[in-house]
Every structure is written in C-alpha cells, then in structure tokens.
C-alpha cells in the first residue's frame, strides 16, 4: 500500500532511517489531521499505536522506536516529506 514518494520524501526516508516497511505501517495504522494548508499529517496515536500492535503480533517490536515518526501527504496523496516526532 506504499503510497507514490516525492523526490524529496525519499531522501529525507533514507536520512532519517524511516524504511519503507515503517512508512506503509504508519500509512496503515496512523491517524491523520489536516495541517489547513492543503496536506495532511500521519502519526501514531495511542489508538493507531494499539491497532499495529494487534495487526503486527511479533512483528510489532521491530517498529516500536519509530512511533514518533510521521509523514505529510500532499493534496495529490503522495508522501511530501517523513520525520520524527521530538
């Protein structure tokens, strides 16, 4: 379900240590806002945080220090840019 990547987004994924498989679990589980400039923001919330956990089983572990990531998605619903939350 890898949402389509700008350029900027891609390298920003591979600076930040954010791969692929974190960006389609937050695209999956997060829960978006609205920025109320066009784009939209994904990050984990303690719900979304329990649903992956669920979904995830033994897998969840391998994600858990990248709970504070996030990723904004533009109007076009590619991925504009991801991060860390601090």
Same mark, same amino acid.
């Given at each position: 379900?890898?949402?389509?990547?700008?350029?900027?987004? %891609?390298? %920003?994924?591979?600076? %930040?240590?954010? !791969?692929?498989?974190?960006? =389609?679990?937050?695209?999956?589980?997060?829960?978006?806002?609205? =920025?109320? @400039?066009?784009? @939209?923001?994904?990050?984990?919330?303690?719900? !979304?945080?329990?649903?992956?956990?669920?979904?995830?089983?033994?897998?969840?572990?391998?994600?858990? @220090?990248?709970?504070?990531?996030?990723?904004?998605?533009? !109007? =076009? =619903?590619?991925?504009?840019?991801?991060?860390?939350?601090?």
């Amino acid at each position: 379900m890898l949402a389509p990547l700008t350029t900027h987004a %891609r390298v %920003r994924m591979q600076k %930040r240590g954010i !791969s692929p498989a974190v960006l =389609d679990v937050l695209l999956e589980y997060g829960r978006e806002a609205h =920025d109320h @400039r066009g784009c @939209r923001i994904v990050r984990f919330d303690k719900r !979304s945080r329990r649903l992956a956990a669920r979904a995830l089983g033994d897998r969840f572990p391998r994600f858990e @220090r990248f709970l504070g990531a996030y990723a904004v998605i533009g !109007s =076009d =619903d590619a991925v504009v840019t991801v991060g860390h939350r601090r």
